[in-house]
C-alpha cells in the first residue's frame, strides 16, 4: 500500500523554527508532485507549498519568506521548512502526493493522491 509519512512536528514558541519531514516508504517520490497542506481547528485544510518533478515550487501568501520546501531525492524525503512562525501557523500539516488534481501549481506524474497522517504544529508561549 502507497503511503507517505510525516515527521517533525511539535511546540515552538512564536519566532522559532521547525522542520518537517515527508517520506514514502515502498516508493519514490522523485516523479511525483508532493506538497504540504495544514488545517487549524475550525478551518479549512489549505495548501501551504507544493514542489513539481521539475523542481519548480509553489507557496502560499500567508507563508512566503517564512516556509521554504525542498526535496532530497537520494533520500526520498520532501522538507517544510518552517522559520518565523506565528501562532496563526497552528495546525495539523499534511504531506500528500499527487498530481494537478491535487495542487494548484506543481505537476509531476499522474498519480491520485496520497496523503499522510499528519503531524500537529503548536506554536505557542
Known amino acids: 500500500q502507497l503511503q507517505v509519512v510525516e515527521s517533525g512536528g511539535g511546540l515552538v514558541q512564536p519566532g522559532g523554527s521547525l522542520r518537517l519531514s515527508c517520506t514514502a516508504p515502498g516508493f519514490t517520490l522523485d516523479i511525483y508532485a508532493v506538497g504540504w497542506f495544514r488545517q487549524a481547528p475550525g478551518k479549512e485544510r489549505e495548501e501551504v507549498s507544493c514542489i513539481s518533478r521539475s523542481g519548480s515550487t509553489n507557496i502560499a501568501d500567508s507563508v512566503k519568506g517564512r516556509f521554504t520546501i525542498s526535496r532530497d531525492n537520494t533520500k526520498n524525503t520532501v522538507y517544510l521548512q518552517m522559520n518565523s512562525l506565528k501562532p496563526e501557523d497552528t495546525g495539523v500539516y499534511y504531506c500528500?502526493?499527487?498530481?494537478?488534481?491535487?495542487?494548484?501549481?506543481?505537476?509531476?506524474?499522474?498519480?491520485?493522491?496520497?496523503w499522510g497522517q499528519g503531524t500537529q504544529v503548536t506554536v505557542s508561549s
Open positions: 500528500a502526493t499527487g498530481d494537478t488534481r491535487l495542487f494548484r501549481s506543481c505537476s509531476g506524474t499522474p498519480l491520485n493522491p496520497i
